[in-house]
């Protein structure tokens, strides 16, 4: 009897910890890969254990001006793993193209980040009702809206007077393989994005919720897509031209540069002739 006493009190004293998505960070955020603003990611970090309850949950892009918001994704289900530190991460199938091995991400953006935010902009993670708690921002000065957010992640306990602010002061990545990543451990509270925030040092990794990691990697070359959109067609026969040596010439025309001399060379041999636009040919695209 005593025993069962005083478990009662103690389960007065110590209320049961509930699965809910409150305490939780924006880890790491990539707006592009090599230039393909197609190619993002957000990875989610909880704070504490027990946060997988993220179907409560939203994630939304603002502006330069705080304004303007698109919904990125509003989560349809939970996730399985809620133990401190485990991740959500949400993808484009751009975004899945580019890492290795192929990103398996627990959502998909429903809008990816739109291009003009890159720059200068702003994230949030919040509940269904707009409660904001966590903010990312970037830009510096070119950033004007709102740093606030809920006090629930932050330890300003003044709420909202340096809540998140100032923003990081770049702009979401976007021309490399880097991305932008919280430094603190999981369980840490924010002070600033400017603090807090920094790119990755080489090549990107991120981690879904079943703890599995990816790589983010550049594209492999397409073999006479010489100007780089994706397709061998009309445009790169044009590009090869202004490459075609003289009889007997082995150096490059003038007018062709250097990099699309070297792609244009599809044999290669050290010149472009008329063998290199036969292999051409055979790689255009239908």
């Known amino acids: 009897m005593l025993r069962a006493g005083l478990m009662a009190v103690l389960g007065l004293l110590v209320p049961p910890v509930e699965a809910t998505f409150h305490f939780m960070q924006i880890e790491q955020v990539i707006g592009g890969v ?132 100032p923003p990081f002061a770049g702009p979401l990545p976007s021309t490399t393989l880097q991305a932008l990543r919280f430094s603190g451990a999981a369980n840490a509270l924010s002070t600033s994005n400017a603090a807090d925030y920094s790119l990755t040092a080489e090549a990107a990794v991120f981690r879904n919720n079943a703890r599995n990691n990816f790589t983010v990697v550049a594209p492999e070359p397409i073999l006479g897509d010489i100007d780089g959109d994706g397709d061998v067609d009309l445009d790169d026969y044009v590009r090869c031209v202004g490459c075609l040596a003289g009889p007997g010439e082995l150096m490059r025309p003038a007018e062709c540069s250097e990099s699309d001399f070297m792609a244009c060379d599809i044999e290669p041999d050290g010149d472009v002739d008329v063998s290199d636009f036969a292999e051409l040919s055979l790689l255009t695209s239908p």
Do not use: C, H, K
């Not at 957000?42 to 705080?66: E, F, H, K, P």
């Open 34 to 165: 090599n230039g393909d603003t197609a190619a993002q990611a957000i990875q989610l970090r909880m704070r504490t254990s027990a946060q997988n309850q993220v179907s409560q949950a939203r994630i939304y892009a603002w502006d330069a001006n705080g304004a303007n918001p698109v919904l990125i994704i509003n989560f349809a289900q939970n996730v399985p793993n809620a133990t401190t530190g485990d991740r959500v991460l949400i993808g484009t199938p751009a975004f899945v193209a580019m890492t290795s091995p192929n990103a398996v991400a627990n959502f998909m953006m429903t809008n990816p980040i739109p291009v003009s935010y890159l720059a200068a902009g702003s994230l949030t993670f919040e509940d269904d009702f707009e409660t904001v708690y966590w903010r990312l921002s970037w830009g510096g000065a070119g950033y004007t809206g709102s740093t606030l957010g809920d006090s629930t992640n932050d330890n300003d306990p003044g709420f909202g007077l340096a809540e998140f602010g």
